[in-house]
């Protein structure tokens, strides 16, 4: 497994990070927005990111997601979702992850994918397929 650089962490998303979530978009909107589908204004503020964090919590305790942050200290340096859990005979899932603007080129992108296969593997999963756009 690719490791983090020092004083980074990968940790599951949880009910309080609303408010880091939201600093993480707006600081990141220009960065973001080749890759991303089109966002209300709405989304950049705290209770889009309320409602988008309430979202991917109900689709983690349906077994459906599984939503990881990348931090360094309090800040939201990425993040890595393991989605569209299906199960039966596939055991497949997408990959989604992204790394803020400031903190390209430091191996985070390399680490959260090979988190994603780990974690992958544990939810029992066969597949991990991640979805490029032709221009990225």
């Not at 939201?76 to 400031?102: E, K, M, P, T």
């Not at 994918?113 to 991990?128: N, S």
Request: aromatic share 6%; with cysteine.
């Amino acid at each position: 497994m690719t490791s983090l650089p020092a004083g980074y962490a990968i940790r599951p998303l949880s009910r309080s990070d609303a408010a880091a979530l939201t600093d993480a978009m707006v600081r990141n909107r220009e960065h973001l927005a080749p890759w991303s589908p089109r966002r209300s204004e709405a989304f950049f503020t705290l209770a889009g990111q309320q409602d988008e964090l309430a979202q991917h919590l109900r689709s983690m305790d349906a077994g459906q997601l599984a939503s990881y942050l990348i931090v360094r200290e309090e800040r939201i340096a990425g993040r890595i979702n393991v989605q569209n859990i299906i199960r039966g005979a596939f055991h497949s899932a997408a990959l989604g992850y992204w790394v803020d603007g400031d903190e390209l080129n430091k191996g985070l992108a390399s680490a959260a994918v090979a988190f994603a296969c780990d974690r992958a593997r544990e939810l029992g999963l066969h597949r991990l397929e991640a979805g490029t756009l032709v221009h990225n």
